[in-house]
């Protein structure tokens, strides 16, 4: 009897890719989840400071994008503006997107006092979003 050649890749080489694959799939994965969490109390609106809400459906990737761009923005501007998120997939956070003409993505910035400041619609630049951010912590209007 011959003993039996392995040709084509070995055993350790398999399971190698394989522990690739399901790191790979669980970092995709992770990296889809939110930064840090977001209030989700829009009743927060109009209770003296500015506020930013994003309207943020999970189900899409337009959200995730304006996430994003809050999470680069929200320690400078924490102390002086509320971040909150007006969640598509429940009524409240539905009632103000159509309230405001939000679609997944949409930033709202509102006065301390709830008044409608601006609303920047999808794709959204991020020096744009930091100026209206600025303007809104400071008391400016556009």
């Given at each position: 009897m011959t003993p039996k050649t392995h040709i084509g890749i070995p055993r350790w080489g398999?399971?190698?890719?394989?522990?690739?694959?399901i790191l790979a799939v669980g970092a995709l994965i992770w990296s889809q989840l939110p930064r840090a969490a977001y209030s989700t109390d829009l009743a927060r609106v109009g209770k003296g400071r500015p506020a930013l809400v994003l309207a943020y459906d999970i189900q899409s990737m337009g959200g995730m994008t304006?996430?994003?761009?809050?999470?680069?923005?929200?320690?400078e501007f924490s102390d002086r503006v509320e971040f909150l998120v007006a969640d598509l997939g429940v009524p409240v956070g539905r009632e103000f997107a159509q309230h405001f003409g939000a679609i997944n993505g949409t930033v709202t910035l509102l006065s301390g006092d709830g008044t409608?400041?601006?609303?920047?619609?999808?794709?959204?630049?991020?020096?744009?979003?930091?100026?209206?951010?600025?303007?809104?912590?400071?008391?400016?209007t556009r």
């Open positions: 398999k399971w190698l890719a394989y522990l690739g694959v304006g996430m994003g761009l809050l999470d680069n923005l929200r320690g409608h400041l601006r609303t920047i619609h999808p794709p959204i630049a991020a020096d744009v979003l930091r100026q209206a951010v600025g303007e809104a912590a400071s008391g400016q």
